[in-house]
């Protein structure tokens, strides 16, 4: 059973791929689309779920998501012309850091997709090579609430604080004009379906080959989040501009 077959399987209950509430979703995309006709790009988009609500909430906005799954991009395709917004969506199969395109975007999203381009700055900068002038960049990562142990920087990534989180990404040339930090209901929510879909599917597939594995990676899954991440992690989302004269 492949990462990508496990991900499907876990987010069946939770599409947004980061411990973010539809109500944060909500906002943050109201946040970042204020006109209602924005170009929107997404760096590692997925399924599209981002994208997929940015168009339902917005008819007048067009968007484009950068994937290396196909199988991740053919359903966000479906999804797409299920909900009728399939022509004001254009999906590309190829590495979102390699991602060129000839015109600007108002707005880039990049959430969870961090480790793509090594680290929440590069993802920035890379951001930064797509955004049209005065345009916005929404983004979500991680970082650490309280020192975390060993075993959890080996496992989640080298993360620090939020308050030295922020204050790299200003020293980067970008202002925050607003943010989310997850609450301790929204991370808990994220970690339960997701580990819960997976020893559901397990459980309701027995006969399924891989439903032993499913069960196991569900199990030590969820054991990792309690016993070693669920204390110190934590997850912001920022919505950012470019600070005047860094460019």
């Not at 991009?73 to 850091?97: I, Q, T, W």
């Not at 075993?151 to 030295?164: H, R, S, W």
């Not at 879909?197 to 309701?204: F, G, I, K, R, V």
């Not at 399924?208 to 070693?228: F, H, I, K, Q």
Request: hydrophobic share 40%; net charge negative; aromatic share 8%.
């Amino acid at each position: 059973m492949n990462r990508e077959q496990i991900s499907r399987i876990a987010h069946t209950e939770h599409p947004i791929k980061s411990p973010l509430s539809d109500e944060s979703v909500r906002r943050l995309l109201e946040r970042g689309l204020p006109r209602g006709e924005e170009r929107v790009l997404d760096l590692g988009c997925g399924t599209g779920e981002w994208l997929l609500r940015a168009l339902s909430m917005r008819p007048g906005v067009r968007a484009e998501g950068v994937d290396i799954s196909e199988d991740a991009l053919a359903e966000a395709a479906a999804a797409a012309s299920d909900l009728g917004v399939r022509d004001r969506l254009v999906l590309h199969h190829r590495k979102a850091e390699e991602f060129v395109s000839e015109e600007p975007f108002d707005v880039v999203l990049s959430f969870g997709a961090a480790h793509a381009f090594g680290g929440l700055l590069p993802t920035l900068a890379a951001a930064r090579r797509h955004l049209a002038p005065g345009g916005l960049v929404l983004i979500g990562d991680g970082f650490w609430e309280r020192p975390p142990s060993r075993e959890a920087v080996e496992m989640l990534g080298d993360f620090t604080d939020l308050a030295t989180t922020v204050d790299r990404v200003v020293a980067e040339g970008w202002t925050p004009v607003d943010g989310h930090v997850s609450t301790r209901q929204e991370l808990d929510d994220y970690e339960w379906a997701c580990w819960g879909s997976l020893a559901a599917w397990a459980l309701d597939h027995p006969d399924d080959p891989d439903s032993g594995e499913a069960l196991r990676t569900a199990t030590a899954r969820r054991t990792e989040w309690l016993r070693v991440y669920r204390d110190p992690f934590g997850f912001f989302s920022l919505v950012l501009r470019r600070t005047p004269g860094s460019d």
